[in-house]
């Protein structure tokens, strides 16, 4: 028997078009969009995610400060940080616990994100 339930991604994300092109990017699986670390922090204390997309520059804080906050209470959880700014390292990224770093200027980030959401989807829950 085949489950039509899709595993929940939470993508931390305060512009609307970038948050619809990411649920696009990741239509397999249910992506719930909240604009703001606040809301993101609420929602992590209450639901399970089986990924995290956030964006780094956030309209009440940092994406990488909310990273390294969730990463030291649920380390299971993978996180992807995504930027349209070029001054963020990948290592930057790696030192607040996320899993990757996507640019989103790459000319392959549709094709990056999806991958990289199927690996750490399927590495912490496979």
Request: net charge negative.
């Given at each position: 028997m085949?489950?039509?339930?899709?595993?929940?991604?939470?993508?931390?994300?305060?512009?609307?078009?970038?948050?619809?092109l990411?649920?696009?990017?990741?239509?397999?699986?249910?992506v719930?969009?909240?604009?703001?670390v606040?809301?993101?922090?609420a929602l992590?204390d209450?639901?399970?995610?089986?990924?995290?997309?956030?964006?780094e520059?956030?309209?009440?804080g940092?994406?990488l400060?909310?990273?390294?906050?969730?990463?030291?209470?649920n380390?299971?959880?993978p996180?992807?940080?995504v930027?349209?700014?070029?001054?963020?390292?990948?290592?930057?990224a790696?030192?607040?616990?996320?899993?990757?770093?996507?640019?989103?200027?790459?000319?392959?980030?549709?094709?990056e994100?999806?991958?990289?959401?199927d690996v750490?989807?399927?590495a912490?829950?496979?």
């Amino acid at each position: 028997m085949t489950s039509n339930i899709k595993v929940k991604v939470l993508c931390v994300e305060d512009n609307e078009d970038e948050c619809d092109l990411i649920k696009e990017i990741l239509s397999a699986y249910e992506v719930v969009c909240v604009p703001t670390v606040a809301e993101g922090c609420a929602l992590l204390d209450t639901t399970k995610f089986a990924l995290v997309v956030m964006d780094e520059h956030l309209p009440d804080g940092s994406g990488l400060e909310l990273c390294s906050r969730h990463s030291k209470t649920n380390a299971a959880t993978p996180v992807i940080i995504v930027s349209g700014d070029i001054y963020i390292t990948a290592a930057e990224a790696a030192n607040a616990g996320a899993k990757a770093f996507l640019a989103k200027s790459k000319p392959t980030f549709v094709e990056e994100l999806r991958r990289l959401a199927d690996v750490h989807v399927m590495a912490a829950h496979g």
